[in-house]
């Protein structure tokens, strides 16, 4: 980790109104920016360690290749047989687990349908396939040494986030920041109330909302809060830099 100092110094080159050019060597490939404000947090970091959840397509919307390809690892939990297949073609680092995370063992079904695909129960859909179901407190016991540092973890599940996040060992296995889709699927309707205190409960607060998602941070790193005062810095660089 660099100084503080060298930190500011990089905020205000940022946020120099004559600076003509991308101040930082970063291409985002998620969505809504969710790898940039993660990155703006995390931008001093080399060899970090992610969590995914509903990781996804490797590329597509996702906000972790860019980590990956700045030498970070990870896991990567995606139920879906043809994503999971291109997740190990092409993260080669990190470890991908073809199952959902819930807060139980078990199995469930899953109603295919991409980036939307949810976790429903005993669904008869002709769409529907079976996916084993393991909790995050396992997943993070079996592939994570204990206290390793894990500076961020994505959940994007399709309303199954509270489940997830009563399945994690919060003791152990802290992020320093969670990122998680706050909507209902398909629309800006915020879902948040369903799992937000789970967060509060295990000492995390909000620190920054963007779009869909809700960024979460351990209150017992004092540094985090800053960093996201100036998140906006960083998205209106890149912004910027985008329309030349």
Not at 130 to 139: G, K, L, P, Q
Not at 179 to 206: A, K, R
Request: aromatic share 16%.
């Amino acid at each position: 980790m660099i100084e503080i100092k060298d930190y500011n110094q990089h905020i205000n080159l940022l946020n120099n109104s004559n600076n003509d050019s991308n101040s930082f060597n970063f291409i985002s490939y998620s969505q809504e920016f969710e790898d940039l404000i993660l990155y703006s947090i995390f931008y001093d970091v080399k060899n970090g360690f992610y969590i995914d959840v509903g990781a996804n397509d490797p590329d597509d919307c996702s906000v972790t290749k860019a980590f990956y390809n700045l030498g970070w690892n990870g896991i990567n939990i995606e139920p879906l047989p043809d994503k999971f297949k291109k997740l190990e073609e092409e993260r080669k680092r990190d470890i991908n687990l073809n199952i959902a995370a819930g807060d139980k063992k078990g199995y469930s079904k899953l109603n295919v349908g991409g980036a939307c695909s949810k976790i429903v129960g005993n669904s008869r859909s002709y769409n529907a396939i079976n996916v084993t179901i393991e909790t995050m407190a396992t997943i993070c016991q079996q592939y994570i040494p204990l206290k390793k540092e894990i500076h961020f973890c994505k959940i994007d599940v399709e309303l199954y986030e509270k489940n997830v996040l009563l399945g994690y060992d919060f003791e152990n296995y802290r992020p320093k920041v969670f990122c998680i889709e706050s909507v209902y699927p398909g629309t800006t309707i915020p879902c948040y109330q369903l799992w937000e205190y789970i967060l509060f409960e295990h000492d995390y607060s909000l620190a920054f909302d963007y779009k869909i998602n809700r960024y979460y941070i351990d209150n017992r790193i004092p540094y985090l809060k800053e960093r996201f005062n100036n998140t906006h810095i960083f998205i209106n660089n890149y912004k910027k830099n985008m329309k030349k």
